[in-house]
T-cell receptor
Framework: DGGITQSPKYLFRKEGQNVTLSCEQN?????MYWYRQDPGQGLRLIYY???????QKGDIAEGYSVSREKKESFPLTVTSAQKNPTAFYLC??????????????FGSGTQLSVL | DAKTTQPPSMDCAEGRAANLPCNHS???????VYWYRQIHSQGPQYIIH???NNETNEMASLIITEDRKSSTLILPHATLRDTAVYYC?????????????FGKGTHLIIQP
C-alpha cells in the first residue's frame, strides 16, 4: 500500500539528548513536510523540502534539523537546543506540480515526550 | 494565505447532516478553500477543496457562497466515526510550495 510511514509511534527523550524521528514515503512525492502539534492546538510547520538535497525552514525551525538525501525519506532531528520538545510530530508529503492544487498526505504521527 | 474563522466545537446527532461553517472574508481570487479532518492521535486527512463552485465527493459536499467569503462543509449522514477536528484552510496552491497553515479547527462530536 502506498503511504507515509512514521516511526516510532512513541519516543522518549532525556535531557540534553538528540533524537531522530523517521518519515518514509512510497508515493513518489517530491515535497515533504514536518509539522508540530501541541495539545488542543493547530499544526505548525517546522521544515519542508521541495526536492532532494534542499529544504527550507518553516515557522518554528529553531532547535530542529532535517536532511533530504533521498526522495522517499525526510528524517527530523530534535536537538538538545529545543527546550520544549514534548509534542505530536506529523510528517506529510505532496506532489509538486506547478499551478495545480495539491493535497497533503500525512503519516500517523510520533508522540515525543521528555523524561 | 487568507485567515479562516471556525467555531471551536459543534455537536450533531448520528444519522443527521453535519454542517460545518467557515468564514474567510479576506480570501483572494486565486485562493482555494480546503477541508481536512483529524481523528484523535492520527494525521489529518484531506476531505475536499473548491474555488467557487460547489463540490461533492464520496466523503462530503462543499458549499461556497457567491462572494466566496464563507463556506460550509456538509457531511450528509454523520456517523460516530466522523467525530474529529475539522480544519478549514484557504490556500493558493494547497500546500505545494510551503505547506498549509492549520488553525485550531472545529471539534465535531457526533452523538449516538
Amino acid at each position: 500500500d502506498g503511504g507515509i510511514t512514521q516511526s516510532p509511534k512513541y519516543l522518549f527523550r532525556k535531557e540534553g539528548q538528540n533524537v531522530t524521528l523517521s518519515c518514509e514515503q512510497n508515493l513518489n512525492h517530491d515535497a515533504m513536510y514536518w509539522y508540530r502539534q501541541d495539545p488542543g492546538q493547530g499544526l505548525r510547520l517546522i521544515y519542508y523540502s521541495q526536492i532532494v538535497n534542499d529544504f527550507q525552514k518553516g515557522d518554528i525551525a529553531e532547535g530542529y534539523s532535517v536532511s533530504r538525501e533521498k526522495k522517499e525519506s525526510f528524517p527530523l532531528t530534535v536537538t538538545s537546543a529545543q527546550k520544549n520538545p514534548t509534542a505530536f510530530y506529523l510528517c506529510a508529503s505532496s506532489i509538486r506540480k506547478p499551478a495545480t492544487n495539491e493535497k497533503l498526505f500525512f503519516g500517523s504521527g510520533t508522540q515525543l515526550s521528555v523524561l | 494565505d487568507a485567515k479562516t474563522t471556525q467555531p471551536p466545537s459543534m455537536d450533531c446527532a448520528e444519522g443527521r447532516a453535519a454542517n460545518l461553517p467557515c468564514n474567510h472574508s479576506t480570501i483572494s481570487g486565486n485562493e482555494y478553500v480546503y477541508w481536512y479532518r483529524q481523528i484523535h492521535s492520527q494525521g489529518p486527512q484531506y476531505i475536499i477543496h473548491g474555488l467557487k463552485n460547489n463540490e461533492t465527493n464520496e466523503m462530503a459536499s462543499l458549499i461556497i457562497t457567491e462572494d466566496r467569503k464563507s463556506s460550509t462543509l456538509i457531511l450528509p449522514h454523520a456517523t460516530l466515526r466522523d467525530t474529529a477536528v475539522y480544519y478549514c484552510i484557504v490556500s493558493r496552491s494547497g500546500g505545494g510550495a510551503d505547506g498549509l497553515t492549520f488553525g485550531k479547527g472545529t471539534h465535531l462530536i457526533i452523538q449516538p
